[in-house]
């Protein structure tokens, strides 16, 4: 038994070993790539305090540092924390392991993960789904962080005795949210039962005023006050703050619903490649005038992918507009009074009715996947979505998901001509595949890359659907994965420069 003031003290002395970073940019290695990126903006002298880097192979990492003196947390990537079963999940080991290895090789301060997933009951997805929003989901989630935290503890220490500590990001919306809990009650639930620190993305902060139905009955500053009285938000170690746009596959949609207050919100999702809003920042303003940001240690523009020209120009606005974040007291110590337990006293049991949860959690889930892709309808307990919002979760599941599987990370006809060439000769459409994805559960054995998935899946659809095919499409595959290695672990272009 635990009591959470307790975790929350814990926190206070891990999150204490961390300075400040201040103002910095989330990136990739590859898109842009990082060393072309640093030296562009070396040129223009406008330099980020920190780069959070994201997940990469072990010598990109490593050639990474080599190339900066910065500060590089890290932005980790396929260790589903909010699934049930890693306690006999090897393979969620073995990427926690690597995790800490990225980590010590980058020497970060911490490790941000998102508190969601792409692999769901044997089903790949290409963009973050939302966990369920339930107690049974937070309580796991905390109890996954804490066997991530203890590897780390135990496998990447950093000078003085310290380990990277890991951030748990609020996830964006993409047009649904399913569950019981509030999101604000969710995490608070979370960070009573584990010493983790937090990440609040602006971005995402705004999807779930959008898709949750606050909107329509909510002004968005009436919205944040609401949400930030719950959230504990003297948990944030790092913010974020990245694009949003109409998603490709609704190109030229626009909303017909209005909000009870008569305003009409656009579709957006988050979209890293994209400009940043304006209300984004509007947004930021507000949350730092509130207060009680007393660990923030770093916020950051997430630009992965997105041009470097663009990235200098909106680094150079955000340098200029939030240069004094730091330099009035927020992140000056302590605040216990801060301190807000869970309602039912701040008690919790650790293991208690585990394994019992974790039964009904798995099956939550593989109805999870069955709701959003299709081959369910959104009914039980879990499934409490406003009427208002039942067109966003279609929308989802009609055109942003069939988007997802056929063009986005790897559109299909490019990347295997040939094939498609010879089943649109058979009349046999591209779309079937969309159906054929989510027939059967695919249980992952090795890293998630929803590239090699996309392979895997298209060269079992084919080999069915044309068997005549097979080893046509299994030359284009082996074409694929071989250029798709040689991009991943080639080496970064060196320039010289130590921003």
Known sequence: MTLSRDVYHDFLDRVARIPIHGLGLSVDVYSPDLISLLAELTRR????????????????????????????????????VTQPGADSDALFQEEARTLASHLALLRSAWSNHECATKHIAGYSFGTYLPPLYTAASADTVARNIRKVQ??????APLPGGKAPLFLLEMPPLTYFIAGTLPVPAYFRRVTDQVDCGLVLDIGHLWTVYRYSGAWHCQSLWQFLDDFLREFPVERVVEIHVAGLTVHESLA??????????GHRLPQWTDAHAAPIPPVLFEMLDHILRGGRLEQLRGVALEVDTKASDLIADELTGFLDRYRHVFDRGMSGGPNPGTFSPLSDGGRLLAGHGVGVETESLIKAYELYAQVVSGRAEPAGPNWTTPAACAEDLDRYRTQYLPYEILHWGGDIEAMFPDTCRELAGRQIALAGLVAYWFRLPHPMTRSYDFFEVKIDRFVEYVSEQASDLTSLVQREAAELRLAYQTANEGPLQSTGMHP
């Open 45 to 80: 002298q406008v330099l980020p305090g920190y780069l959070e880097v994201f997940h990469a192979t072990s010598s990109a990492l490593a050639a990474v540092r080599t190339q900066t003196d910065l500060p590089l947390p890290y932005h980790g990537e396929g260790l589903w």
């Open 252 to 261: 030229g949609a626009e909303p017909v619903s209005e909000s009870l207050a």
């Open 150 to 155: 203890a590897i780390f503890d135990q496998q």
